[in-house]
T-cell receptor, first 113, second 113 residues
Framework: KAGVTQTPRYLIKTRGQQVTLSCSPI?????VSWYQQTPGQGLQFLFE???????NKGNFPGRFSGRQFSNSRSEMNVSTLELGDSALYLC????????????FGPGTRLLVL | GDSVTQMEGPVTLSEEAFLTINCTYT??????LFWYVQYPGEGLQLLLK?????DKGSNKGFEATYRKETTSFHLEKGSVQVSDSAVYFC????????????FGAGTTVTVRA
């Protein structure tokens, strides 16, 4: 079974631009979560989607948004990029219920100049 | 709220040495506990997990036991290899926090030949 895939793997943007990252979960998994990893703040939860609905959200500004499609693929969008948004963005999927283990993709490394 | 505290790194060991990484947690409910590993340039891989007190998770020679009385989930390996060089993250998920993962800061382990 293929793992979680994320595209693109690397991205360079400039301040003020917006960016969209994509995540395809493991086949059959319906929950997708997003995390931001930075050297200073570590791993922080962004949001979780299940059956196309956001059911949990972390403490990030409204510039960070996401959505999930009927095939469980998910996208996250960051508008008006700031230098501090430079990070590794990780997507994780789990089969069904919230108690299930989360499996991570390789991440998208975003650099904002 | 939930939190995870890991021993600070970096940790440098020789091959075949014994590895232990301390992890303690604070949680309101009865969390599930996880160890994830991140190799250079990659996402997170689930290493092992435990879902209730006294459970022992094990994988690839690594072990960790869920100790409710000491709120700990220390990671151990009896004989490390160069290929074990990575960053190790302790994490928990809890019903109270809608099962979003809370991570420790990570411990960088370097194994020298």
């Amino acid at each position: 079974k293929a793992g979680v895939t994320q595209t693109p793997r690397y991205l360079i943007k400039t301040r003020g631009q917006q960016v969209t990252l994509s995540c395809s979960p493991i086949s059959g998994h319906r929950s997708v979560s997003w995390y931001q990893q930075t050297p200073g703040q570590g791993l922080q939860f962004l949001f979780e989607y299940f059956s196309e609905t956001q059911r949990n959200k972390g403490n990030f500004p409204g510039r960070f948004s996401g959505r999930q499609f009927s095939n469980s693929r998910s996208e996250m969008n960051v508008s008006t990029l700031e230098l501090g948004d430079s990070a590794l963005y990780l997507c994780a999927s789990s089969p069904r219920d919230r108690v299930e283990t989360q499996y991570f993709g390789p991440g998208t490394r975003l650099l904002v100049l | 709220g939930d939190s995870v505290t890991q021993m600070e790194g970096p940790v440098t060991l020789s091959e075949e040495a014994f590895l232990t990484i301390n992890c303690t947690y604070t949680a309101t409910g009865y969390p599930s506990l996880f160890w994830y590993v991140q190799y250079p340039g990659e996402g997170l891989q689930l290493l092992l997990k435990a879902t209730k007190a006294d459970d022992k998770g094990s994988n690839k020679g690594f072990e960790a036991t869920y100790r409710k009385e000491t709120t700990s989930f220390h990671l151990e390996k009896g004989s490390v290899q160069v290929s074990d060089s990575a960053v190790y993250f302790c994490a928990l998920s809890d019903r109270i926090n809608d099962y979003k993962l809370s991570f420790g800061a990570g411990t960088t382990v370097t194994v020298r030949a």
